[in-house]
């Protein structure tokens, strides 16, 4: 993957943190071993959890120091709005999860799609300072962000192409249906919780749907996944 990538992960302090990141590096390659690695004979990627905000950000663009320009950009705030009990800080940062879903591409194998309304703006402010020509304070006094042209045509098309995911795995092996079943039984009992597939299943009240807020990651992604670590980081 070209350049460096902005990513949103769940705050270290959340349930979810641990949840995920075990499912991702002990849970599904213990019982999926198979479509966790990218061929047979490979063993399973294993990545921090995360939800990609962009990529392909030109290292030129934080220069010698990545943390300061990670910092520069107006990135919504706990303050920024109410944030509701149980999910952590973060205000107009919401991360909702919706279903278990497939692709054939090796970074989207396997992931959980995530509501586009909750991570439009920190999204979007991601590509316009990353990729775009520097970013956008806004209307004066208010608190509406006015994305680039470039950045709203993106928004657009990055929602119907790829869609606001978390990945669990990576991957060439194609997921069959019933692999999926599997997949979405094992994400709901570790205690996340996903629309149900089926009118019979009942959710357990103790499951978590999702976070607000989080920590933004920037990430030399031009690297094999092994090595995949951030560079500078900004909790929200």
């Avoid at 586009?116 to 020509?133: C, I, M, N, P, T």
């Avoid at 094992?186 to 299943?201: C, F, H, N, T």
Wanted: hydrophobic share 35%.
């Amino acid at each position: 993957m070209p350049g460096s990538s902005l990513w949103l992960v769940p705050p270290p302090s959340h349930p979810l943190h641990g949840i995920l990141n075990t499912l991702v590096s002990t849970t599904l390659p213990a019982r999926f071993p198979r479509e966790s690695a990218s061929s047979p004979a490979v063993a399973p990627h294993f990545f921090a959890v995360h939800m990609t905000l962009t990529s392909e950000i030109d290292p030129a663009r934080y220069g010698s120091d990545p943390q300061a320009w990670l910092d520069s950009i107006p990135w919504p705030s706990s303050s920024s709005s109410s944030s509701s009990p149980g999910r952590g800080g973060g205000g107009g940062v919401r991360v909702r999860f919706e279903r278990v879903d497939t692709q054939d591409v090796f970074f989207r194998r396997c992931f959980i799609r995530v509501g586009f309304d909750g991570v439009r703006e920190v999204a979007g402010l991601a590509r316009e300072y990353g990729v775009v020509k520097g970013g956008n304070e806004g209307e004066e006094g208010t608190k509406k962000l006015l994305f680039s042209k470039e950045t709203e045509e993106w928004l657009v098309w990055w929602r119907a192409e790829y869609g606001p995911h978390v990945s669990l795995i990576y991957g060439d092996v194609p997921m069959e249906d019933e692999v999926m079943k599997q997949v979405a039984k094992v994400v709901r009992e570790a205690g996340v919780k996903l629309p149900q597939d089926s009118a019979g299943e009942t959710e357990d009240g103790s499951q978590l749907d999702g976070w607000d807020g989080g920590v933004v990651w920037l990430v030399p992604t031009d690297r094999p996944v092994s090595e995949w670590k951030p560079i500078a980081t900004r909790v929200l």
